[in-house]
């Protein structure tokens, strides 16, 4: 049995990478259309819908360990370490992005880099509510109850208009916990969840209940917060589904190994694509071209160049282990005694 202050040993899943990887891609694709003030409509606004939501979750179903003990002394450390490696180097390309680019404000967004620290404060709750509520399912609940309030508050106009500071502050940056914490809690009643997975019948219904909600958002018959978020849930599961039946395939594919690589690089990607995002398909507008489906490929195909040359620039700065470590939180090699 694993003591309580000894370190859980991480293990990759091959699904979870390639997934990871594909919805970095859409990230940096989406990126470019929108900095370009190209048309995304209808495509990226479908993707929308679960692009980022995926990845909180997934953030959330690596993160939950079910032999985790939620100690003070594994909060700080754990806290600890991912300050490190999200906090310190978002602020370092953050202050070097505005260097670059003759920025001297920080916006809402935090100029683009936002993920990273929202992504920390999301492990900062769980672990402090962890440690406070001992009992798992009391913890579920409460935490739940709070993502479904935050979720709610982030969209309501009222509140950013009467409490601009607070919301800016707080409340829009909690817009996907609720996503984290349903990765959370798929991780801890995996075992059930894969018994829904492996029902058909009920996988059908779900994807199909998925298109029929995003149409609906879509076309703008319907705009109702618990629709977009039972969509947004059902499209993560679907995608999640569609990954793990077919992760024999995805592991002895070129793609899905091409698709790993990324996944396993997300950090890196994201820091470093937005320096190459701004105006990149820029020509697209300036010669008329709005049709939806060729700014889709074009953004798609762009975003393939930029990610490419993200991870060249990564594996290049890599080489370097004290860079590596303080741009990415890359780890330490090992020196054996053959070294």
């Known amino acids: 049995m694993r003591e309580g202050n000894q370190p859980i040993t991480k293990q990759r899943i091959g ?11 859409l990230v940096v694709s989406v990126h470019v259309a929108w900095s370009s003030g190209c048309n995304t409509f209808p495509y990226f606004a479908f993707l929308g819908l679960f692009r980022l939501p995926l990845f909180f979750f997934i953030s959330g179903f690596i993160f939950y ?3 985790q003990v939620w100690n003070f002394s594994n909060c700080i450390k754990f806290l600890s370490n991912k300050f490190l490696v999200q906090i310190i180097p978002t602020a ?6 505005m260097l670059i680019f003759s920025i001297s404000t920080i916006n809402a967004k935090y100029n683009g880099f936002w993920f990273t620290i929202a992504l920390f404060e999301y492990f900062f709750v769980y672990v402090l509510f962890s440690l406070i509520i001992k009992k798992q399912i ?14 709610i508050l982030s969209s309501d106009v009222s509140v950013y208009e009467k409490y601009p500071f607070i919301y800016n502050a707080i409340i829009w940056n909690f817009e996907f916990f609720i996503f984290f914490v349903a990765g959370t809690l798929t991780k801890q009643y995996f075992d059930k969840v894969k018994i829904i997975f492996n029902k058909d019948i009920i996988m059908t219904i779900i994807i199909i209940s998925m298109f029929i909600g995003g149409c609906l958002l879509l076309k703008k018959y319907v705009f109702k917060l618990e629709l977009k978020l039972a969509t947004s849930m059902l499209g993560l599961f679907s995608i999640f589904y569609f990954f793990m039946k ?5 592991d002895n594919s070129r793609i899905g190994r091409v698709l790993q690589y990324i996944g396993r690089r997300t950090l890196d990607i ?6 190459f995002i701004t105006n990149s398909i820029s020509w697209v507008k300036d010669n008329g071209i709005d049709s939806p489906t060729i700014i889709f490929i074009i953004s798609i195909a762009t975003s393939l ?16 282990p004290i860079l590596g470590k303080i741009l ?12």
């Open 328 to 339: 990415f939180g890359a780890k330490t090699p090992i020196k054996t005694t053959n070294d």
């Open 270 to 275: 994201y820091l470093l694509h937005i320096f």
């Open 65 to 67: 360990k079910k032999e």
């Open 246 to 250: 077919n992760s024999n395939y995805i």
């Open 305 to 320: 160049v930029i990610t490419w040359i993200c991870l060249l620039i990564s594996n290049i700065l890599r080489t370097n």
């Open 92 to 97: 370092i390309f953050l202050s070097l992005f």
């Open 138 to 151: 009391i913890n579920n609940i409460v935490l739940l109850i709070i993502a479904l309030i935050l979720y």
């Open 15 to 25: 699904y979870i990478d390639s997934m990871r990887g594909l919805m970095m891609i």
